[in-house]
């Protein structure tokens, strides 16, 4: 087996054994406890676990991976190259998300989660940059690319932002309307949109930069 289907297999057991491990500690608020005096539906528990950025965007990578590996119909989207390098900035995000923004706040969490958030928030986001550089094709992508490359994204945030409203719970405090911004009071949707905002300019430069990377690595590339 090639070193390329070495680094793709690797990645897709490191993201699925990290959405495990993730599912085992969520699903386990359908069990009434005194931590958890309301129990979930299995339906409700199945909708929250894929609220998170985190998890649908290491599924969404999973998903990547298998359609180098099969040639089915429904892998088509995954195989473009302005869906990857878009699923590559929001890996980025998401790495980058939890390091500065959530990891410095998480305390006393199971050894579960604390395992799966090394792996979907660390490991698999740099096999995936290291497979997009070395691995997927390159110079198919142009500037007038980066509408699409953000969409998945903005489409995450509509989804939240529609659940949250019908359900009451975001699964993080920069999407929540309600969150209590100290001595400020609820940020409302102002704030989510100027966090919203903040976010997506830095992954549109992040986007930008992938772009350039891109062609850079198929002009280095072209037989001469």
């Known amino acids: 087996m090639s070193l390329r289907h ?4 690797l990645a897709i057991v490191v993201g699925a ?5 993730d599912f085992e500690v969520i699903a386990g608020t359908t069990v009434a406890s005194a931590q958890n005096p309301v129990p979930r539906s299995l339906g409700n528990m199945l909708i929250y676990y894929w609220s998170f950025l985190t998890n649908l965007s290491n599924l969404a990578l999973i998903l ?6 099969v040639r089915w119909r429904g892998l088509t989207w995954f195989r473009q190259p302005v869906t990857r390098a878009g699923l590559a900035g929001i890996i980025a995000l998401v790495m980058g998300f939890y390091h500065f923004m959530l990891a410095p706040t998480l305390h006393d969490l199971p050894q579960a989660i604390i395992i799966s ?11 995936f940059l290291v497979w ?3 691995f997927s094709s390159h110079g198919a ?3 007038r690319d980066l509408p699409a490359m953000l969409a998945p994204g903005l489409s995450y945030v509509a989804y939240v932002l529609v659940r949250g409203l019908i359900a009451g719970e975001y699964p993080y405090t920069i999407l929540d309307p309600g969150h209590l911004v100290p001595g400020q009071g609820a ?4 704030g989510v949109a100027i966090g919203v905002g903040i976010l997506v300019a830095l992954v549109a430069i992040f986007d930008l930069l992938l772009i350039g990377i891109d062609g850079l690595i198929a002009r280095r590339t072209k037989p001469a």
Do not use: D, F, K, M
């Not at 070495?6 to 297999?9: E, F, I």
């Not at 990547?64 to 590996?69: D, F, K, P």
């Open 64 to 69: 990547v991976y298998l359609s180098e590996l």
């Open 17 to 21: 054994v990290g959405l495990c491990l």
């Open 132 to 134: 997009w550089v070395t």
């Open 187 to 190: 940020q409302g949707y102002i």
């Open 141 to 143: 992508l142009r500037v």
């Open 117 to 127: 958030n090394i792996l979907l928030h660390y490991v698999t986001p740099v096999l």
């Open 6 to 9: 070495w680094l793709v297999a």
